[in-house]
């Protein structure tokens, strides 16, 4: 595997990869991997002939009083990692590399972003979609491979993508790759190791109580009545609070108040000790 530090050594080895031939899918990460962006990556090796990786911990993506500082950074070992599945190339910048003196832009996603995690973060949307677009730009892979547990971040980054004119030829495919969860139904994420022994085993209230709700929106219940049932599961269960518990169409994430035949999704957000954290699961009529 090669490892890029900087713009032209990517360029480089890109041009290298492509030589050869065949299509290349990428893997953006913020590192601290898990099983879950292995699974990413073995989709775009299944789906690609060239499996290029990055590493980058976005800070115009992190809130003044968030974690920047303490997210976890662990090259080595996730590099080790990265290798072992068979990725081509990791292009792990740096700041300054993706961030160069004098960089003023901002993209911005109306809609789509402005809810959920958007109104809780503000400006962290922004930054996805900033860093994602200059991926796109630099790697031009012909699919990217995205958690769909960050379900309100593959909104955003598809509606970006598509008004931008980035579908062709930067990135042909934005691909969907559905949550990896541990035994007990919990999302993985990079933040679970935040949580205590005890914090920990209290999070598995929240798949739980997400599966009663969706199990009586699909029976025909009341939405309203079934997303105050999951909130107050939440806190008996061990939740300090509650961010938002909402159904909402799969497409635009506007917020409905009953199933009308359209994909649905419940979006969670809850923290627990210090760690929020965020899940969400398909709903059918």
Request: net charge negative.
């Amino acid at each position: 595997m090669q490892t890029a530090n900087t713009l032209d050594m990517l360029r480089n080895a890109l041009a290298e990869l492509r030589r050869g031939g065949g299509s290349v899918g990428l893997v953006p990460t913020m590192g601290a991997l898990h099983e879950g962006h292995l699974t990413l990556v073995r989709e775009a090796k299944a789906q690609c002939d060239h499996v290029v990786a990055s590493i980058f911990v976005n800070p115009t993506q992190f809130g003044p009083n968030e974690d920047l500082d303490a997210y976890p950074r662990q090259l080595a070992e996730d590099s080790a990692m990265l290798e072992a599945e068979g990725v081509a190339l990791l292009w792990a910048p740096t700041v300054d590399a993706m961030y160069p003196q004098g960089f003023v832009t901002n993209i911005s996603v109306s809609g789509v972003s402005e809810g959920f995690c958007g109104a809780s973060r503000p400006g962290h949307f922004d930054g996805v979609a900033t860093v994602v677009c200059k991926l796109f730009n630099q790697v031009m892979p012909d699919k990217a491979f995205f958690g769909e547990k960050d379900f309100q971040q593959l909104a955003v980054i598809r509606a970006m993508a598509r008004d931008l004119d980035l579908t062709r030829p930067h990135v042909r495919d934005i691909i969907g790759v559905p949550t990896v969860r541990e035994a007990d139904g919990l999302a993985m994420s990079s933040r679970n190791r935040y949580l205590s022994s005890d914090d920990r085993a209290a999070a598995a209230t929240l798949p739980e109580a997400m599966k009663r709700a969706i199990a009586h929106i699909e029976a025909g219940g009341d939405v309203a009545e079934a997303l105050a049932a999951l909130e107050a599961a939440l806190i008996d269960g061990g939740f300090s609070s509650v961010d938002y518990a909402a159904l909402a169409d799969a497409q635009s994430l506007t917020p409905l108040g009953e199933l009308a035949g359209q994909p649905a999704r419940l979006l969670v957000a809850a923290r627990i000790g210090g760690t929020r954290l965020i899940d969400n699961m398909a709903v059918s009529e």
